[in-house]
Protein backbone atom coordinates (compact mmCIF):
# COMPACT_ATOMS: atom_id res chain seq x y z
CA UNK A 1 0.00 0.00 0.00
CA UNK A 2 1.06 3.41 -0.73
CA UNK A 3 0.21 6.95 0.03
CA UNK A 4 -1.50 8.60 -3.25
CA UNK A 5 -3.24 12.00 -3.85
CA UNK A 6 -4.61 13.33 -0.45
CA UNK A 7 -3.30 10.93 1.50
CA UNK A 8 -5.44 7.93 -0.34
CA UNK A 9 -3.94 4.63 0.14
CA UNK A 10 -3.73 2.62 -3.50
CA UNK A 11 -2.83 -0.75 -3.12
CA UNK A 12 -1.37 -2.66 -6.63
CA UNK A 13 -1.66 -5.97 -5.97
CA UNK A 14 -3.44 -6.46 -2.83
CA UNK A 15 -6.31 -8.89 -2.55
CA UNK A 16 -8.57 -5.95 -1.77
CA UNK A 17 -7.78 -4.48 -5.13
CA UNK A 18 -7.87 -7.81 -7.27
CA UNK A 19 -10.87 -8.73 -5.58
CA UNK A 20 -12.98 -5.37 -6.44
CA UNK A 21 -11.46 -5.49 -10.01
CA UNK A 22 -13.33 -8.94 -10.76
CA UNK A 23 -16.36 -7.39 -8.71
CA UNK A 24 -16.39 -4.55 -10.86
CA UNK A 25 -16.72 -5.95 -13.95
CA UNK A 26 -19.11 -8.93 -13.31
CA UNK A 27 -21.82 -6.35 -12.22
CA UNK A 28 -20.61 -3.79 -15.53
CA UNK A 29 -21.29 -7.53 -17.65
CA UNK A 30 -24.76 -7.28 -15.21
CA UNK A 31 -23.86 -10.91 -14.04
CA UNK A 32 -25.27 -10.16 -10.40
CA UNK A 33 -25.01 -13.74 -8.91
CA UNK A 34 -21.55 -13.57 -9.77
CA UNK A 35 -20.81 -10.36 -8.63
CA UNK A 36 -22.69 -11.05 -5.15
CA UNK A 37 -20.65 -14.01 -4.83
CA UNK A 38 -17.41 -12.12 -4.75
CA UNK A 39 -19.12 -9.49 -2.25
CA UNK A 40 -19.42 -12.66 0.35
CA UNK A 41 -15.98 -14.26 -0.72
CA UNK A 42 -14.37 -10.76 -0.36
CA UNK A 43 -16.23 -9.97 2.69
CA UNK A 44 -15.06 -13.16 4.36
CA UNK A 45 -11.40 -12.56 3.09
CA UNK A 46 -10.84 -9.56 4.83
CA UNK A 47 -12.50 -10.32 8.43
CA UNK A 48 -9.76 -13.74 7.84
CA UNK A 49 -7.12 -11.19 7.25
CA UNK A 50 -7.73 -9.31 10.34
CA UNK A 51 -8.84 -11.68 12.61
CA UNK A 52 -7.98 -15.54 10.94
CA UNK A 53 -10.23 -18.13 9.73
CA UNK A 54 -12.45 -18.79 12.92
CA UNK A 55 -13.97 -21.97 10.52
CA UNK A 56 -17.66 -20.37 10.41
CA UNK A 57 -18.99 -17.16 9.15
CA UNK A 58 -20.30 -16.32 12.69
CA UNK A 59 -17.62 -17.26 14.27
CA UNK A 60 -15.04 -15.06 12.06
CA UNK A 61 -17.57 -12.50 12.32
CA UNK A 62 -18.27 -12.46 16.05
CA UNK A 63 -13.84 -12.35 16.30
CA UNK A 64 -13.83 -9.54 13.79
CA UNK A 65 -15.86 -7.59 16.34
CA UNK A 66 -14.33 -8.70 18.93
CA UNK A 67 -11.41 -7.35 17.43
CA UNK A 68 -12.74 -3.88 17.35
CA UNK A 69 -12.81 -3.81 14.10
CA UNK A 70 -16.61 -2.89 13.62
CA UNK A 71 -19.20 -1.99 16.39
CA UNK A 72 -22.83 -4.17 16.98
CA UNK A 73 -24.37 -2.10 14.61
CA UNK A 74 -21.92 -2.73 11.84
CA UNK A 75 -21.97 -6.39 12.75
CA UNK A 76 -25.58 -6.85 11.90
CA UNK A 77 -25.26 -4.96 8.42
CA UNK A 78 -22.75 -7.29 7.83
CA UNK A 79 -24.46 -10.44 8.89
CA UNK A 80 -27.40 -9.22 6.85
CA UNK A 81 -25.20 -8.79 3.68
CA UNK A 82 -23.43 -12.26 4.02
CA UNK A 83 -26.99 -13.74 4.36
CA UNK A 84 -27.58 -12.44 1.11
CA UNK A 85 -24.29 -13.76 -0.52
CA UNK A 86 -25.55 -17.09 1.48
CA UNK A 87 -28.76 -17.22 0.07
CA UNK A 88 -27.03 -16.44 -3.79
CA UNK A 89 -24.82 -19.24 -3.48
CA UNK A 90 -27.03 -22.25 -1.61
CA UNK A 91 -30.41 -21.61 -2.24
CA UNK A 92 -30.62 -20.16 -5.60
CA UNK A 93 -31.45 -15.97 -4.86
CA UNK A 94 -31.35 -14.18 -8.14
CA UNK A 95 -30.04 -10.94 -7.00
CA UNK A 96 -30.92 -7.84 -8.08
CA UNK A 97 -28.98 -4.99 -9.89
CA UNK A 98 -29.38 -2.13 -6.72
CA UNK A 99 -29.55 -5.14 -4.09
CA UNK A 100 -26.20 -5.99 -5.37
CA UNK A 101 -24.75 -2.14 -5.70
CA UNK A 102 -26.20 -2.27 -2.04
CA UNK A 103 -24.28 -4.76 -0.64
CA UNK A 104 -21.20 -3.78 -2.64
CA UNK A 105 -21.23 -0.62 -0.99
CA UNK A 106 -21.40 -2.01 2.64
CA UNK A 107 -18.80 -4.10 2.00
CA UNK A 108 -16.84 -0.92 0.83
CA UNK A 109 -17.60 1.11 3.71
CA UNK A 110 -16.43 -1.47 5.66
CA UNK A 111 -13.16 -1.74 3.47
CA UNK A 112 -12.75 1.87 3.28
CA UNK A 113 -13.20 2.55 6.98
CA UNK A 114 -10.52 -0.48 8.02
CA UNK A 115 -7.59 -0.59 5.53
CA UNK A 116 -8.15 3.59 4.35
CA UNK A 117 -9.28 5.67 6.56
CA UNK A 118 -7.62 4.04 10.06
CA UNK A 119 -4.30 4.60 8.58
CA UNK A 120 -5.22 8.31 7.30
CA UNK A 121 -6.38 9.09 11.20
CA UNK A 122 -2.76 7.64 12.17
CA UNK A 123 -1.20 9.93 9.76
CA UNK A 124 -2.98 12.80 10.77
CA UNK A 125 -2.87 12.22 14.48
CA UNK A 126 1.08 12.38 14.17
CA UNK A 127 0.24 15.96 12.15
CA UNK A 128 -1.40 17.34 15.18
CA UNK A 129 0.24 19.02 17.87
CA UNK A 130 -0.32 17.42 21.56
CA UNK A 131 -1.91 19.80 23.82
CA UNK A 132 0.03 22.10 26.22
Known amino acids: M ?3 VHGVYIWHDHFVSRYLKEIY ?10 ATMGIRALLERVMVD ?3 DKGSFKETLSS ?10 QR ?7 EFGHA ?4 G ?3 TQTDTEIALGIVEGIIESIY ?17
Open 2 to 4: TSG
Open 50 to 52: LVG
Open 76 to 82: KTLEDTL
Open 88 to 91: TMHR
Open 93 to 95: YKP
Open 64 to 73: FKGAGHIGET
Open 25 to 34: TTLFSKSYAL
Open 116 to 132: IHSPQAADLRKRVPERK
